[in-house]
């Protein structure tokens, strides 16, 4: 009759080993594991944790120090249920802990945060979209907005962000950035102008018009009333797109 107990004795010196590895300074050790073996458990962990989140998040960390960042990931480390075991996906989980937190850390660090894994998003991003003739009219087709190109818009300046530039307040303008993986897997940045940000914009919620329906859309917003000469600019600003990869080509019907 005791040998059913066997199995869940075992799943509570799991769990009492789990919970003294996430919390070591909370969570006493379980009885009959050296303290020896215990310390290599306990550092192998959460170094990997923390080694990893580092690379991810470089500016933060040193822009924390190490004392900060190590506390921070601690906390992670001992707070944090991640949603999924995959762990290519830590640093997201890292993301949602921050966006959990209560806002005492600097008021630009979740944007910056997010700034920092977007990258690493974009590197394993999947890519599948509709079918494109790349040499297609970009004003009288619907121009196709590649998987691999993203907008961003940010109230702080986070790709300015680092140790030597921690600012208070944010500016009156957003940061608006377009991040893009290249054919070799290289995701480069680059600083957008509202125009072309809020062209991108429409491109990926408003699909289904041609460019030149977006453009004279994008004209009646701005109240330009020259939209002719809207057009043109517009269109040049297409084709740049199109020449980066950024816009693939037009849908196929």
Known sequence: MRAPEAPSRLREQQLSLTRHLRDPQGQPAPAGIEERRLAVYRDLLFNNVENLLSGNFPVISRLLGESRWKTLVREFFRDH??????????PREFLRFLESREPNDPPFLLELAHYEWVELALQIAETDGPAYDPQGDLLDGVPVLSPLAWYLAYRWPVHQIGPDHQPDTPPPAPT??????????????????PLAFRLLQRLGEASGLSGREQ???????????NVTAFLEQGQLLLEQMHATGVVLGIETR
């Open 215 to 225: 453009l004279q859309a994008l004209a009646l917003e701005a109240g330009d009333a």
């Open 176 to 193: 608006l950035l377009l991040l893009r993986r290249e054919s070799d897997g290289t995701v480069r940045f680059s600083t957008l102008s």
């Open 81 to 90: 249920r991640c949603q999924t075991p995959l762990f290519p996906e830590l």
